[in-house]
Nanobody, 124 residues
Framework: QVQLVESGGGLVQAGGSLRLSCAGSGRTFSAHAMGWFRQAPGKEREFVAG????????YYADSVKGRFTISRDNAKNTGDLQMNSLKPEDTAVYYCAASSRTIVTTNRAAYPYWGQGTQVAVSS
């Protein structure tokens, strides 16, 4: 069992930066790939970025590639999402998730463990 808690959301102007953090509990945290998803009002929850269990492999949605960076520290059971050059269309609730797999996947169904979400709002 893995429990996840996100932090770091907030309101920022377009072009600004935010860093989201995800704190995991449970001895098996490092055995799971991690992902960040987001859900804007009236839209489906979508994959944003993912990182393998070791941190050696990452994958990004095209919409955030070059602007967002995912990382993890298994010694601390934490994962981060650094978001730069934010745009109004990045506004959403962001969720941290742990996958049932060790490798990155964009498939939401492969993530059985979810945090409660943190709001990110980008003003124009």
């Amino acid at each position: 069992q893995v429990q996840l808690v996100e932090s770091g959301g907030g309101l920022v102007q377009a072009g600004g930066s935010l860093r989201l953090s995800c704190a995991g509990s449970g001895r098996t945290f490092s055995a799971h790939a991690m992902g960040w998803f987001r859900q804007a009002p009236g839209k489906e929850r979508e994959f944003v970025a993912g990182i393998s269990w070791s941190g050696g492999s990452t994958y990004y949605a095209d919409s955030v590639k070059g602007r967002f960076t995912i990382s993890r520290d298994n010694a601390k059971n934490t994962g981060d999402l650094q978001m730069n050059s934010l745009k109004p269309e990045d506004t959403a609730v962001y969720y941290c998730a742990a996958s049932s797999r060790t490798i990155v996947t964009t498939n939401r169904a492969a993530y059985p463990y979810w945090g409660q979400g943190t709001q990110v709002a980008v003003s124009s």
